[in-house]
């Protein structure tokens, strides 16, 4: 019995190959002494060529049989081999996500080898760090760190397939404390012939990692390899996706897909939330949601212009709608693009909001215009002052010798009050034009307000009240109060004619800061202002009207009653104070002015009013230049009024003549605007011949335009034009009891 169970034990230590060939020897050799003991016992002669053939068919009946069997058992390997890759393939390829495919791969590959641990490293940032793991025993454990730096040895002995039995000591590791391990074993893995990680394996089985798992593994690790790829190929594709998606949603611009039929087959988040709706609300429905009813045939034709004759539109500004009714201006890029079956083509529209980019374009525009009819309207009131200039002074020196008795005289006041009332209107053409002086010194904003709010009260009837909110705090402003003042007064007289019926003017007064962020036109700067408010409760203005508000000679009023410059006046007055005006006005319910000034932080001098003086006389030579000859036979006359000895040329060149020539004249009084020869080249001719020689430059614009040019060093007195007696006395007087300018 015994000897029968280690006969059994024998057997089944032996493979099926040797089993057969045990089965086949023993049915010869039975055979073979069948056939001896068969030929002895009967008597008959034993046949050697008998015995031999059936010894030949049994020999070669084991080999055909070995042979067979052990061919058989390595296709038989080569099937479990292809069907254990076939089950890793598949088990790779079901996830694309990498840590799942990892635990995947990593659980068949301990199921097909038959081991309990197994770990996957992967490089990450040059080291190599644990990313799965997977245990089929009881005993939870990792042989190596998590993490496995470049310059640690074990990183460049994971490079290659390494195989070890423990418990062993070896290249320094000391494995002893996982006796309970029999070996362990290393596969790297590549991608693209890149050393991308590393597969360990480790088994409690004394049976050894053998060649033909170690091919096994070896092509597990690249199939591990090209999935790892396919896997980060579609990361990246997933990751790209999503910025597409969140570039989509999240652009700055307005997109959406329309089919061939017109309907919004799909939009961004940036438009739905721009125009005010929800995605579902404009999702199948018709592209002319989007636009007011007048843009309607406009997009239809668009419509057509793209799906029939296959255009592309760049840049086409269009106006779409939102849920709340405002109006957008919008620049339109569309073009032809195919659905996600690449079928039907759909329109692919992107709309950037220019909105603001239009109001700060009509602004610039509105602010071009606004200089360019400035520099018109100084060109005008300089020639107006020449012509003003001749009949002022011919007044003045007919008034000097006519007596006030007499019967014309009436008629030349007239005459002179006339022109001065031009003279002041061509004042206010200047300083709209930022052609006039400021004078400027430090002003209390609330003391200029109640003045100015002191003087308007006597032109208005008791059907309009003042309302004045002056707050405690200082506010200082450096500038010309005459022109401030000027400039509030025209408001006030605005809002006064707005209000035929009576109302409210309410003017109040407040201390803002603006950044460089809060800009919104050309005019503003960053930095402290004081705000003067000036309100009213009366017609109100249509938008179209407030663009041309500051435009000279532009009025709403009925023809005689208004001369188009006072809101241009303010305009000029508050821009050459480096200041702004702001304008808030609804129809039917009122307007807002608003003036802004930079606030000066210093305390105001004391003025210290001047007495006056008799008019000066004298009796030097004075040469006279100017171009027009109505002025020069008027300054003269008024010189020859004042004891002075005038001569008179009507050119540059004529004076640098007479100079020249040694002609002596105490004074020089010199047009600024001359054809041919400036009277800016005649004056730095006139002081390279002679330096101490002292000039008076006269124009019908002010000092600014000496104050900007070389000359502002160069001249001893200026004088603008009309000039009265008092001026012209008072000039000359002082320039020449005074040491000249050198230069």
Known sequence: ?????????????????????????????VSLATIFVVRWTSGQKLEWLLFGSVLTVGIFGFIIVTITLKYGRILEEQKQELMALNSFAQTINRSVDINELLTNALREILRILDVQYGWIYQIENGSLKVV?????GSMSLSIFNQTIPQDDPLFHRLKTMYVVKIPEQQNGMNLQQYEHLHWWASIPIHVKNNF??????????????????????????????????????????????????DLFENSPDMTHLVNKDGIIVSCNATEAKMLGYSKEELIGFPLTKLYPPAYHAEVKKMLDKIFNEKKELWGIEEKMVTSDGRILDVSVNALLMKDEKGEEPLMRAVARDITEKKKLEANIIHAQRIDSIGNLAGGIAHDFNNILTSILGSTAIMMRRIKRQKENFRFIEIIDSTAKRGASLTRQLLTFARKSAVHVHPILVSDIVRETVTLFERSIDKSIKISTLLPSQT???????????QALLNILINARDAMPNGGVITISMSNIKITRNEITSPDQQPGEYVAI????????????????????????????KGTGLGLSVVYGVVNSHNGFVTVHSVPGKGSEFILHFPIYKTTIPE?????????????????????????????????????????????????????????????????????????????????????????????????????????????????????????????????????????
């Open 607 to 743: 003025i210290i009013p001047q007495k006056s003086e008799k008019l000066p006389r004298g009796t030097e030579r004075i040469l006279v230049v100017d171009d027009e000859d109505e002025v020069l036979e008027v300054v003269c006359g008024m010189l020859r009024e004042l004891g002075y000895i005038p001569t008179a040329v009507n050119s540059g060149q004529k004076a640098l003549t007479l100079l020249r020539k040694n002609e002596s004249f105490d004074a020089v009084l010199l047009d600024l605007n001359m054809p041919k020869m400036s009277g800016q080249t005649t004056c730095l001719k006139i002081k390279g011949m002679n330096p101490s020689q002292r000039v008076i430059v006269a124009t019908g614009y002010s000092n600014r335009i000496v104050s900007d040019s070389p000359l502002q060093n160069k001249v001893e007195a200026f004088l603008q034009k009309p000039f009265q007696f008092e001026e012209l006395a008072k000039t000359l007087r002082s320039v020449l009891d005074s040491p000249s300018v050198t230069v």
């Open 196 to 245: 991308a990680g590393t597969i360990v394996v480790a088994s409690t089985s004394q049976k050894a990692f053998d060649t033909k798992q170690s091919e096994l593994i070896s092509a597990f690790a690249n199939q591990l390899g090209v999935a790892l790829e396919n896997a980060n190929l579609f990361e990246r594709l997933r990751r790209s996706q999503e910025q597409y998606i």
């Open 132 to 136: 799965a793991s997977y245990q089929t």
């Open 533 to 560: 408010s000036i309100t009213d409760n009366g017609i109100g203005m249509e938008p179209e009207i407030c663009q041309r508000i500051f435009e000279p000679f532009f009025t709403t009023k009925e023809q005689g």
């Open 1 to 29: 019995m015994v000897n029968f169970k280690r006969l059994k034990k024998f057997r089944l230590t032996l493979g099926p190959v040797e089993q057969l060939q045990i089965v086949i020897s023993t049915i010869v050799v």
């Open 475 to 485: 506010f200082i402003i450096k500038g010309d109060d005459g022109q401030i003042q």
